[in-house]
């Protein structure tokens, strides 16, 4: 089974940094996704960042440019470095990965993993 937990989480002041840290139980090699969701008070969960396994990024909008996705495969542990903070970046943050398995001649299998979460507040 695998598993993802997530470090890294904390109380900060608005425009700091805080590194996010999530370390797989197994190789992340394995995934064809992996990254980090959001989820604020009242909102819904959201994406911030991932990366493949050919090791390209995808970004929220909102995030784009002061939030930096990583990994380390010898580690097996994905990065989120997060600069210039800002109070709206106050949520629970997800690791989470994608395996996507296709036997031939049938549909791709997809299969979810999450973390526990860590809590980011970022103070005004």
């Known amino acids: 089974q695998v598993q993802l937990v997530e470090s890294g989480g904390g109380l900060v002041q608005a425009v700091g940094s805080l590194r996010l840290s999530c370390a797989a139980s197994?190789?992340?090699?394995?995934?064809?996704?992996i990254g980090w969701y959001r989820q604020a008070p009242g909102k819904e969960r959201e994406l911030v960042a991932s990366t493949s396994r050919s090791e390209t990024t995808d970004y929220a909008d909102s995030v784009q440019g002061r939030f930096t996705i990583s990994r380390d495969n010898a580690k097996n542990t994905v990065y989120l470095q997060m600069n210039s903070l800002k109070p709206e970046d106050t949520a629970v943050y997800y690791c989470?990965?994608?395996?996507?398995?296709?036997?031939?001649?049938?549909?791709?299998?997809?299969?979810?993993?999450w973390g526990q979460g860590t809590q980011v507040t970022v103070s005004s």
């Open positions: 989470t990965a994608k395996v996507i398995t296709q036997a031939p001649g049938l549909l791709p299998r997809v299969d979810d993993y």
């Open positions: 197994g190789s992340i090699l394995h995934f064809s996704v």
